[in-house]
């Protein structure tokens, strides 16, 4: 059998970075499925986690309000039957559906979903998503079906916050009000239920009393986890014992998988879906060499994003030169506008000698390949050559573990480092507010007073999101010319699986959700 590529026709664009799914080798659409992925779980409680492997149980075990069908950036009721907005963008009210009920035979009712968000917020684990949540000012529940939540500040895309993993429901009489639920089981109202889970693999049951949009095709999923070792991951979709591999495959190993005679006889696919993924160089404004405008600008002017995506991330990524990746709302070309798409030393060299910069600008790159990927270092060791390259920079890469990193760029001791980001849900406001609003996650000491105080407060009360898109441009105009970061790349999103492994088209997109109910096998 022929290894093939294929790309998903029906999803938007988008970025979340090389994902790759597996699915297992049973009969009949009502197969057990078996996914491999090299991320682990870290929790089972939605008050805590907020990486993509606990999303990941999360978005298949939970029910929220709200989810995302399947290419789309706009969410849909799902435990909810109606959701609507009053009260110009400050009060949201859903009415429940009928019927709803925990896998433990516990009914859900509008007190379950208070106590949800309530708890989340009162508990506020730091790696947990409480953040998500801090425009609520309180909840009410008039009866066992509506749930009103009322908002400290308009918040149009509260809707797409509470259909993310943030929004999950929860059983009051199972989860503790005020700390985590520690025995790492999972009470949802999802389509699949929690059997078991260690560090090396977790299993879903379907569950039957479900009520919600999603429409089960498999007989339940095994999710191996391989705990960051690629190359077992490999192996294990080579050899058949996953049929499809999500998340954790490199570059060079997809690639591999291409053109391997191994894969080959096997008959293993390498399926292409849209990603909203996206990684920032980013500059601390405060730092006494990049701090300088006419730095950034230079460094601007020389980057070669083709190059990188080419050579180190092997085309699975694709240039970036918006703050707002392809597929979303607001999204535009003010960085290719501004800068170009080759390196231009004449604009890098006038402009440090108009700023008065004569000497060759010394420059450490940092960079943690223990977040973002052992090819991170690569990357920003292409950086430094590109910028020395052009003679007007004596530029290093330097390496660390990602605590030191956190923690010397919270110190404000990194001018340069690089920053990845994978959307909790697929709105402008995600790709913006986290960077540029008050207290960012970028710890890079750069504030706007036009972008905090007029742009996000103006598009976060515009329930019209589309129209939401001129000041997004605007946004982005300022953040070109003042350069407190540099988009680099969108990622694509990659599911390498056995060719009888069907609904993997309706599993990569944007919104991030992995859905284990589209996977089914033929023969």
């Known amino acids: 059998m022929k290894v093939r590529k294929r790309q998903s026709s029906t999803l938007i664009a988008g970025g979340l970075a090389a994902m790759l799914l597996t699915a297992c080798s049973s009969t009949g659409s009502e197969s057990r499925m078996i996914v491999g992925m090299s991320d682990d779980i870290i929790a089972t409680d939605p008050a805590s986690g907020y990486d993509p492997g606990s999303w990941l149980l999360f978005n298949n075990v939970f029910q929220s309000l709200l989810s995302f069908p399947p290419g789309a950036s706009t969410p849909v009721p799902e435990a909810a039957e109606e959701c609507k907005f009053s009260d110009g963008s400050k009060t949201y009210t859903c009415t429940l559906r009928d019927g709803l009920k925990f896998s433990n035979g516990n009914s859900l009712t509008s007190a379950d979903v208070k106590y949800s968000f309530d708890r989340t917020i009162r508990i506020n684990d730091p790696a947990g998503p409480a953040p998500?949540?801090?425009?609520?000012?309180?909840?009410?529940?008039?009866?066992?079906?509506?749930?009103?939540?009322?908002?400290?500040?308009?918040?149009?895309?509260?809707?797409?916050?509470?259909?993310?993993?943030?929004?999950?429901?929860?059983?009051?009489?199972?989860?503790?009000?005020?700390?985590?639920?520690?025995?790492?089981?999972?009470?949802?109202?999802?389509?699949?239920?929690?059997?078991?889970?260690?560090?090396?693999?977790?299993?879903?049951?379907?569950?039957?009393?479900?009520?919600?949009?999603?429409?089960?095709?498999?007989?339940?999923?095994?999710?191996?986890?391989?705990?960051?070792?690629?190359?077992?991951?490999?192996?294990?979709?080579?050899?058949?014992?996953?049929?499809?591999?999500?998340?954790?495959?490199?570059?060079?190993?997809?690639?591999?998988?291409?053109?391997?005679?191994?894969?080959?006889?096997?008959?293993?696919?390498?399926?292409?879906?849209?990603s909203a993924e996206v990684q920032h160089m980013v500059f601390n404004v405060d730092d006494p060499v990049v701090g300088k405008l006419a730095v950034r600008k230079a460094i601007a002017y020389l980057v070669d994003r083709y190059?990188?995506?080419?050579?180190?991330?092997?085309?699975?990524?694709?240039?970036?030169?918006?703050?707002?990746?392809?597929?979303?709302?607001?999204?535009?070309?003010?960085?290719?506008?501004?800068?170009?798409?080759?390196?231009?030393?004449?604009?890098?060299?006038?402009?440090?000698?108009?700023?008065?910069?004569?000497?060759?600008?010394?420059?450490?790159?940092?960079?943690?390949?223990?977040?973002?990927?052992?090819?991170?270092?690569?990357?920003?060791?292409t950086i430094a050559d590109q910028l020395n390259q052009s003679g007007l920079f004596d530029a290093r890469m330097k390496s660390v573990a990602f605590d030191e990193y956190e923690k010397g760029i919270a110190e404000g001791k990194f001018g340069i480092y690089v920053k990845g980001w994978v959307p909790d849900y697929p709105d402008p406001d995600n790709f913006t507010q986290p960077f540029f609003g008050e207290g960012n996650v970028l710890s890079n000491n750069y504030d706007n007073e036009e972008i905090v105080d007029r742009i996000i407060p103006r598009t976060s009360s515009m329930t019209d999101r589309a129209s939401t898109r001129q000041e997004y441009m605007k946004l982005q105009d300022i953040v070109a010319q003042q350069l407190p970061i540099l988009p680099l790349w969108q990622g694509k999103q990659y599911a390498v699986a056995h060719e009888n492994v069907r609904g993997l088209q309706n599993c990569l997109d944007t919104s991030t959700v992995f859905r284990f109910w589209e996977l089914s096998t033929a023969y």
Do not use: C
Request: charged share 20%.
């Open 132 to 274: 998500l949540l801090s425009t609520i000012s309180s909840i009410s529940t008039p009866d066992n079906k509506t749930v009103v939540f009322r908002l400290k500040v308009p918040d149009a895309t509260f809707p797409s916050k509470i259909a993310s993993g943030g929004g999950s429901i929860v059983d009051r009489q199972v989860y503790p009000e005020d700390s985590l639920l520690e025995d790492g089981k999972a009470v949802g109202s999802g389509p699949y239920k929690l059997n078991s889970i260690d560090k090396g693999e977790a299993v879903f049951s379907v569950y039957s009393g479900y009520h919600g949009t999603a429409e089960v095709k498999n007989s339940g999923v095994t999710l191996e986890l391989f705990r960051g070792d690629q190359q077992a991951l490999q192996s294990a979709l080579e050899k058949g014992d996953v049929d499809i591999a999500y998340r954790g495959l490199s570059a060079k190993a997809i690639a591999a998988l291409d053109t391997s005679s191994t894969a080959e006889k096997g008959g293993i696919e390498v399926v292409q879906g849209n």
């Open 307 to 381: 190059s990188l995506v080419s050579e180190v991330y092997q085309s699975t990524a694709e240039p970036l030169y918006s703050v707002i990746p392809v597929g979303i709302t607001g999204h535009g070309t003010s960085f290719f506008d501004t800068y170009g798409d080759s390196p231009k030393p004449k604009q890098a060299k006038a402009v440090l000698r108009d700023a008065g910069i004569a000497d060759k600008v010394k420059l450490t790159l940092w960079s943690t390949p223990s977040r973002y990927g052992p090819a991170t270092d690569d990357e920003l060791h």
